[in-house]
């Protein structure tokens, strides 16, 4: 008998049915209460769309990961929604049972025909309190007023999480687990915060190449626009030593194919307005190919000398998405 998604095997070869909200323990999340409870019409609705998703990607998902999501739902609905958009776009993923039971390998594995990607995923939160911390605006009714969006905090919260998962990519590949031959992505949600930052251009490519803030240069006589692009800016202020953000143009990190990135949350899981973004790396030692099929935008960078241009591939026309080093 064919065991489904959402099916599992006991000792005694029963079938059993798993459902992931169908889990209890100590301090749990918040939101997962709300959710497994569902007494909103919306919480009733997300309560079935993660239902359905998890009947998917059980087979490939950790035994630990009811608990975790139970403690973290923003990390692991990432996780499993990677799992899932990969699913349903009709790819294969390696299934927990011919994982590595020691060492660790990371969170998805997407099986091809010329070999495999592994994706080392990861929602950072807003960050320790202080000046460089994502921060939630105050309400107006509670003696707020406009503020400026944080950007810089976010981006510092996007250099940190590549920083980290590329630690855990390298360890991977020096102890074998992963073969220097298969593909290597980092995915990174900025779910938590996502309503904050923006996507024209997306943050990640702010966090990984010197971009800046927009210029637009006006002719005063004619009130036309003469130029417009973007600063460039290899570094991001915060409190104490800067933050370089040239990553994908440091040979340091050409063990990273490139990241993946968005903004979807189960506030907002709409890819129209929240895309899935892929950003290639430029000086990738194994580099994933183009219009892989699975994202919404797609970022290939070219380098000519000190200059260097991104573009958008999957653009109906190319976008203002270009900057000078």
């Not at 976010?154 to 298969?182: C, H, P």
């Not at 570094?235 to 800067?242: L, S, T, Y």
């Not at 129209?272 to 994933?288: D, F, G, S």
Request: aromatic share 10%; with cysteine; glycine share 8%.
């Amino acid at each position: 008998m064919t065991v489904s998604a959402g099916e599992r095997r006991d000792s005694s070869e029963r079938i059993i049915v798993t459902r992931i909200f169908d889990f209890d323990g100590p301090n749990m999340n918040k939101g997962f209460i709300n959710l497994r409870a569902a007494e909103h019409p919306e919480e009733k609705r997300l309560h079935s769309i993660i239902e359905g998703m998890w009947e998917r990607y059980e087979p490939y998902a950790d035994p630990d990961f009811r608990d975790g999501f139970a403690r973290d739902v923003d990390a692991r609905f990432w996780e499993m929604y990677l799992g899932w958009t990969f699913l349903e776009a009709g790819h294969a993923l390696l299934p927990t049972s011919e994982r590595l039971r020691e060492g660790g390998q990371p969170d998805l594995c997407v099986l091809t025909d010329s070999g495999r990607i592994w994706i080392e995923a990861i929602a950072p939160d807003e960050g320790n309190p202080g000046p460089d911390q994502v921060t939630r605006p105050v309400p107006m009714n509670e003696g707020g007023g406009l503020f400026a969006a944080p950007v810089r905090q976010a981006q510092l919260r996007m250099t940190s999480a590549f920083w980290t998962k590329f630690k855990v990519i390298k360890k991977y590949l020096k102890e074998g687990n992963i073969g220097a031959d298969d593909v290597r992505l980092i995915a990174i949600s900025a779910s938590r915060f996502g309503v904050y930052v923006p996507e024209k251009p997306p943050l990640i490519l702010t966090s990984l190449f010197p971009i800046g803030d927009a210029y637009i240069t006006i002719d005063r006589a004619t009130d036309e626009i003469v130029e417009e692009g973007f600063h460039a800016s290899p570094e991001i202020a915060r409190q104490g030593k800067p933050v370089e953000r040239t990553a994908f143009l440091n040979p340091l990190f050409s063990d990273v194919s490139g990241v993946l990135w968005s903004r979807v949350s189960l506030g907002n899981l709409s890819r129209k307005t929240r895309p899935l973004t892929y950003v290639h790396n430029p000086l990738a030692t194994r580099p994933l190919q183009q219009r892989f099929g699975v994202w919404d935008r797609e970022f290939v960078t070219v380098i000519d000398g000190e200059h260097w241009e991104a573009i958008d591939i999957l653009a109906p026309q190319v976008e203002m998405n270009q900057a000078d080093v």
